[in-house]
């Protein structure tokens, strides 16, 4: 659509500019610096006015080509992939400084976006369909820690993981630690008795 300031703009036009969705169109349009008209029914808001709001705003990207769904990812498709909570979500978006364009409804993220940030970290792993495979790491989870630690509780764990800065990882919802990571710290340490080697011949 041109930068021009004749004429007025619908609130789907906005939405489509902006790539968010209906009701976070609808908010814009109701921005007390834009005047609005109703025109054979629909709220229609003046470009002169659009344009110069947007010049003095940061939030919001005008896009060129038109909105399609089918090149993002929505926020039910991310909750799929990683298992967060909509205000985890949130966050991880921000964190990671992925490109998203937000609604009051939801949050959509570019396709390409995501997966090439997928593929060039090594935390978070699913074995979901509509993203690549990745290799496989070597991992332990919390079961399988406590075992060789000879402990019962969780927490101390978690309070392992923080104290010595293991690696983790994310797979299709669930925290594991790295192998590697677990097995230098667990050769170093002196507080849990290390198991060891049977040799052959059950000497």
């Known amino acids: 659509m041109g930068r021009d300031n004749k004429g007025s703009f619908t609130v789907p036009e906005i939405g489509q ?65 990683l298992h967060f909570t909509d205000d985890n979500l949130a966050r991880f978006i921000d964190r990671h400084h992925l490109r998203a364009d ?16 997928y593929i060039g970290q090594m935390k978070y792993h699913s074995d979901d ?20 630690l000879g402990i019962e509780s969780r927490s101390t764990v978690y309070n392992i993981y923080r104290r010595y800065n293991l690696d983790l990882i994310r797979v299709d919802g669930m925290t594991l630690v790295v192998k590697e990571s677990f097995d230098n710290w667990f050769r170093s340490q002196k507080i849990y008795p290390k198991k060891k080697k049977r040799k052959k011949g059950g000497k």
Do not use: C
Request: net charge positive; charged share 35%; no cysteine.
């Open 17 to 81: 500019m902006l790539h968010v969705g209906k009701v976070t169109a609808y908010e814009v349009s109701k921005i007390p610096a834009l005047r609005r008209r109703i025109v054979a029914g629909q709220y229609r808001v003046l470009k002169k006015d659009f344009w110069k709001w947007y010049r003095k705003q940061s939030k919001y990207k005008v896009y060129e080509e038109p909105f399609n769904p089918d090149e993002y990812f929505t926020t039910r498709d991310l909750k799929d992939f």
């Open 102 to 117: 937000v609604s009051t409804r939801k949050i959509y993220v570019p396709k390409e976006d995501f997966i090439n940030w």
């Open 129 to 148: 369909p509509r993203l690549p495979p990745k290799e496989k790491i070597d991992a332990y989870t919390i079961g399988e820690i406590k075992k060789m």
